[in-house]
Each structure stands twice: as structure tokens, then as C-alpha cells.
């Protein structure tokens, strides 16, 4: 069985995927690094609320930051979390496939 730690940090984990703001950040940075103004014109979500959502990806280490000279860019941790939203997303656009059969 696996540890009881082991289990809280992946619920943890799988949780920060359950917001609609994260996804769209998430989904942004697939594939290139921005500052927080390019991804809240990307999103068309606040500052304020990619600001927050920033931090909360940041402190389960599922975005890194890169300072360029005085600006701050924000880039997936590592191609992990890009699998892991490629899965989810087949996974959903799988099931309307089998539910047009259904129909």
C-alpha cells in the first residue's frame, strides 16, 4: 500500500487541476514561457486572479519562474504536467466520441 503522505501530496496535487483558471494557465504555458500579462490577455482572466492561481501553481511546483532583466516569465515545471494534461484532455474527448455512438 502506499504511504498515507504519499497519497495527501497526490490528492493535493490532483486538486490544483480542478480549477478553471489553473487549466487555462496551464494550457497557455504548454508551449512557451510568458509574463503574467501576456497570460491574463491569453486567458482573458483578471491579474489579480492569474496573479493568485500563479502562486498556488508555483508552490506545488507545477510552474517555475525565469527572470529575463526585470521581467518574470512563468513555464511549466517540467514536461510531466504537459503528459498529464494531454491524458486528461484525451481522456474527455474520448468519452463525447463514445457518447455520439450511443446516440
Do not use: P, W
Not at 487541476?17 to 483578471?46: M, N, P, W
Not at 486572479?49 to 501553481?57: F, G, I, K, P, Y
Not at 510552474?63 to 518574470?72: D, H, I, N, Q
Amino acid at each position: 500500500m502506499i504511504k498515507e503522505d504519499i497519497l495527501f501530496d497526490l490528492a493535493t496535487f490532483y486538486k490544483v487541476f480542478s480549477d478553471e483558471t489553473r487549466l487555462k494557465i496551464l494550457f497557455v504555458l504548454l508551449d512557451h514561457a510568458y509574463c503574467v500579462g501576456e497570460i491574463v490577455e491569453k486567458t482573458q482572466v483578471s491579474q489579480s486572479a492569474v496573479s493568485h492561481q500563479l502562486r498556488t501553481l508555483r508552490q506545488l511546483n507545477l510552474v517555475k519562474v525565469k527572470k529575463e532583466g526585470k521581467e518574470v516569465y512563468y513555464q511549466l515545471s517540467d514536461h510531466h504536467i504537459a503528459i498529464i494534461l494531454e491524458y486528461g484532455l484525451n481522456h474527455i474527448n474520448e468519452r463525447g466520441k463514445e457518447n455520439e455512438k450511443e446516440d
